[in-house]
């Protein structure tokens, strides 16, 4: 069964430029989550979807990032401008379902430098 | 306030030793689930083990199991006969059932480092 695709790998851009992350969930999971991982730090949820509908998006900073899924697939997070801070790697992760047992399952991320 | 703490930023230990990697978490709900992920240095988020707060015994999924003292509040991994390619950042996380959505809530992790 194949894994979380992600791209690109890696990501170079100067501040205020314009950014998107591609993700590709494992095949049949509903739910769909997009995480920053700071270096150093753990991953915090950015943006969590349910098929195509949006769960959770608290801790999105909306003047900047935006994120779709459409069709209930794939998904796009863009950063539009990028700041330094947004230096960071994006994971994108899928579950099956809802519930304390569903587990996610984690791409190998974006690396995003912004310069 | 931090949900999940882990205290011991490194870990050193050697091949063949067991090594314990401390959590400990902070939750009012009484249904949530507890994970432990590997994250080399490739980057991947490498799902390990489970508990749920429900369950009565400790997990156990290879050379990982989970030592979950539910009143303590504490689901430290414990890693046994260590090999060289465990040395990565390892992860607590935890999912609060209750919560609108179902992601996970992360530790700020642990560095293992496995010698020779």
Known sequence: EAGVAQSPRYKIIEKRQSVAFWCNPISGHATLYWYQQILGQGPKLLIQFQNNGVVDDSQLPKDRFSAERLKGVDSTLKIQPAKLEDSAVYLCASSSGQGAADTQYFGPGTRLTVL | ?116
Request: contains cysteine; negative net charge; hydrophobic residues 35%.
């Open chain 2, 1 to 116: 306030a931090q949900k999940i703490t882990q205290t011991q930023p490194g870990m050193f230990v050697q091949e063949k030793e067991a090594v314990t990697l401390d959590c400990t978490y902070d939750t009012s709900d009484q249904s949530y689930g507890l994970f432990w992920y590997k994250q080399p240095s490739s980057g991947e988020m490498i799902f390990l083990i489970y508990q749920g707060s429900y369950d009565e015994q400790n997990a156990t999924e290879g050379r990982y199991s989970l030592n979950f003292q539910k009143a303590r509040k504490s689901a430290n991994l414990v890693i046994s006969a260590s090999q060289l390619g465990d040395s990565a950042m390892y992860f607590c996380a935890m999912r609060e059932v209750n919560q609108a959505g179902t992601a996970l809530i992360f530790g700020k992790g642990t560095t293992l480092s496995v010698s020779s």
